[in-house]
């Protein structure tokens, strides 16, 4: 039987959760942004400096979470169903956030964090779920859609912590919390089960930590390569929101609000794309070439922001970088196609982990180069080097791509 006959039909309520699902866990995660560092910094006594210390702190481990437990939610999801884990996740996210909203010390904050990254592994099950009912050539549209979600929630979440966070710092937390439990409330009666019994897969632990997940990654005809490449071009994307208000203020010399600005049009159009363009491209030119233009935008439009001498010039790039959007759903799209339905979890848990270690290497790597760039290293001042490594990333990455897509087998598939 064909991947096309296993698939069900999607309720258009099952897939409006789904999406509603990821976009209100990026809102919620969103929302604390804003407030999160300034009360970091109450709990330091107003020490910015140690402040900023243990914040970066929380950053590593929240991604060391999501390394370490993608693999187990999604282990579990193969097992169970992805209802129970999706719910599961919005429950367990409902409740840490009050759990940080009255925590009266620090570790108590820290502990919230690991928490958070533990259970915000919702949109990799999403991910699974879009991928049990969706036949393989409409997963990349659907795909991008989850991603439309996702910048929808980054775009109008800081936004609104911030104007909540001025109230008072606990306050957004409290929302998000709301907005999670509400969540899986909506979905206890909502959401049905995407996986039926006689397609799931035993859960076993050698599946479920993150070696044992990357090595599904090694057991499939070029599914490793399209993993390496996703690696690259996460970590390429990771350069925007680890250097971009750094190099705005140093380069242009923007403001708070010039810079919310600039990244709520960088958000926009992405979510233009990934919503309503990717869809219509993909069926024409299928995922493969839709992946190589994504790629090949995004190197361009990451080139332009690293050379623009000005703010407007840096603009150009915008467009460049929105493109830049056909690249991971269209990737996602060939990576299902090479794992039978069992193990969808399993491959969507496995690139949680690859997006976990690219969270955690991306900060230091792309601050230090910075640093690097802008000193007196050689006499070299490219305050723009950030952005050149990045878009040499997705050149790698396309290299990649190209060679493991280039086969019979992959040109057959897809």
Not at 86 to 95: K, Q, T
Request: overall charge positive; some cysteine; aromatic content about 10%.
């Amino acid at each position: 039987m064909t991947d096309s006959a296993q698939m069900r039909t999607p309720s258009r309520a099952a897939f409006a959760f789904v999406f509603v699902t990821v976009m209100l866990d990026m809102l919620a995660l969103g929302i604390i942004v804003p407030v999160l560092p300034k009360l970091v910094i109450e709990f330091r006594g107003g020490d910015a400096a140690s402040a900023a210390t243990i914040y970066g702190l929380f950053g590593t481990v929240w991604a060391a979470m999501q390394f370490l437990f993608s693999p187990v939610l999604g282990a579990l999801s193969d097992r169970y169903g992805r209802r129970r884990v999706i719910l599961l996740s919005n429950f367990g996210l409902g409740i840490d956030y009050v759990f940080m909203a009255v925590a009266p010390t620090l570790p108590w904050l820290l502990v919230g964090r690991v928490i958070s990254g533990i259970t915000s592994a919702s949109y990799s099950t999403a991910g699974a779920y879009i991928a049990d009912v969706t036949p393989p050539d409409q997963r990349a549209a659907k795909f991008g859609m989850l991603g439309a979600a996702f910048g929808i929630g980054f775009v109008v979440g800081p936004a609104v912590g911030g104007m909540l966070g001025s109230i008072g710092l606990r306050l957004p937390f409290w929302l998000a919390a709301a907005l999670s439990l509400a969540n899986a409330a909506y979905g206890y009666f909502i959401l049905p089960e995407s996986l039926p019994p006689e397609r799931r897969a035993p859960f076993q632990w050698r599946r479920a930590h993150p070696l044992g997940a990357l090595e599904l990654l090694r057991s499939r005809p070029g599914l490793f390569g399209l993993a390496m490449a996703g690696f690259l071009s996460i970590l390429a994307h990771d350069s925007m929101p680890s250097m971009f208000v750094l190099y705005a203020d140093y380069r242009y010399g923007w403001d708070e609000r010039a810079v919310g600005l600039v990244l709520a049009t960088v958000g926009i159009s992405s979510m233009i794309v990934q919503g309503g363009v990717i869809g219509p491209v993909v069926r024409k030119l299928g995922e493969r070439r839709s992946l190589f233009i994504g790629l090949v935008c995004g190197a361009l439009g990451l080139t332009v922001y690293a050379w623009a001498p000005t703010g407007t010039l840096f603009m150009i790039g915008v467009p460049l970088t929105a493109l830049y959007g056909f690249a991971n759903p269209s990737l996602q799209g060939l990576m299902t196609r090479r794992v039978g339905p069992t193990e969808q979890g399993q491959l969507q848990g496995a690139n949680g982990s690859l997006m976990g270690i690219a969270s955690m290497i991306a900060p230091v790597l792309f601050t230090q180069t910075f640093a690097l760039a802008i000193g007196a290293v050689g006499g070299l001042h490219l305050p723009g080097a950030p952005f050149l490594l990045a878009a040499l990333m997705l050149v790698g990455s396309l290299m990649v791509a190209w060679r493991v897509t280039s086969d019979r087998l992959a040109q057959r598939i897809s």
